[in-house]
């Protein structure tokens, strides 16, 4: 695979199969971060890997802390307000899935298929607590001390993890819900204060048969977003 078919090929992965990612292999994935560019070679990333015992442990009080109706309390903001370009391309995005992943019409006022899509939901939430079931989360940390531009380095970091991933035959989900409860993560993968821990990177063996990898999110074309200027 290519540099570019890696890029244009590589997609989320929700579901993965009950198969381990050794310790080699995650490390690999992970030395790709450092190779991003980062801010006057600042270099701020720092990286915990939940994998086996710890992940196990980490997805039980996950869950539990969601069911008994714990607030998310992401160390960085969430939830913002997306200008309504932003907001239209999830929502958008959302629909799609319904449609894609579980044969649904969102609109639907068919009582039988809100019900569905209610279940669905309610589901799909647990299995995010449960990252995805994957074998191993990466969560990306960085000192609190940071400022915003740092966040660039970060995300050009976890950019090359992802496409590193895809080259070893591995997936990823990125996602903020997993850093939704940091105190649960400080205290197993023994996290020190100082760091923000950004969200998590769930990695494993995609399942190919597993509906949640159906979707194919859409690319905005590129005459929509470029402009050259001779
Ligand atoms: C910063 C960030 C946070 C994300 N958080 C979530 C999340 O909480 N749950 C989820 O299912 N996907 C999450 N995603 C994945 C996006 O939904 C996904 O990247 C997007 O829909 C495009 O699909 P693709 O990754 O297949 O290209 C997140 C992605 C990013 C970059």
């Given at each position: 695979m290519n540099v570019i078919?890696?890029?244009?090929?590589?997609?989320?992965?929700?579901?993965?199969?009950?198969?381990?990612?050794?310790?080699?292999?995650?490390?690999?994935?992970?030395?790709?971060?450092?190779?991003?560019?980062?801010?006057?070679?600042?270099?701020?990333?720092?990286?915990?890997?939940?994998?086996?015992?710890?992940?196990?442990?980490?997805?039980?009080?996950?869950?539990?802390?969601?069911?008994?109706?714990?607030?998310?309390?992401?160390?960085?903001?969430?939830?913002?307000?997306?200008?309504?370009?932003?907001?239209?391309?999830q929502l958008a995005w959302g629909r799609q899935r319904c449609r894609v992943q579980w044969n649904i019409d969102p609109n639907s006022t068919d009582p039988a298929e809100q019900a569905r899509f209610d279940a669905i939901k309610k589901h799909m939430r647990i299995m995010a607590m449960r990252f995805f079931d994957a074998p191993a989360v990466i969560f990306p940390c960085m000192d609190k001390r940071l400022h915003n531009w740092a966040l660039y380095d970060m995300g050009a970091g976890?950019?090359?993890?992802?496409?590193?991933?895809?080259?070893l035959?591995?997936?990823?989900?990125?996602?903020?819900?997993?850093?939704?409860?940091?105190?649960?993560?400080?205290?197993?993968?023994?996290?020190?204060?100082?760091?923000?821990?950004?969200?998590?990177?769930?990695v494993g063996y995609k399942d190919e048969e597993s509906c949640e990898n159906r979707d194919k999110a859409v690319r905005t074309p590129v005459d929509e977003i470029l402009t050259i200027v001779h």
């Open positions: 078919e890696a890029i244009e090929s590589r997609h989320s992965v929700r579901a993965f199969l009950d198969k381990p990612v050794s310790d080699e292999l995650l490390t690999r994935v992970v030395a790709a971060a450092p190779c991003a560019p980062s801010w006057a070679c600042t270099r701020p990333w720092i990286y915990y890997v939940a994998t086996g015992d710890v992940l196990k442990r980490i997805r039980e009080q996950y869950v539990e802390l969601y069911t008994s109706g714990a607030p998310r309390a992401n160390d960085l903001p969430t939830e913002p307000k997306w200008p309504e370009r932003e907001n239209e391309n976890s950019m090359n993890i992802q496409l590193a991933a895809h080259e035959g591995l997936g990823c989900i990125t996602a903020y819900h997993m850093g939704c409860y940091p105190e649960v993560l400080r205290r197993e993968l023994n996290i020190p204060e100082h760091l923000n821990i950004l969200l998590g990177i769930a």
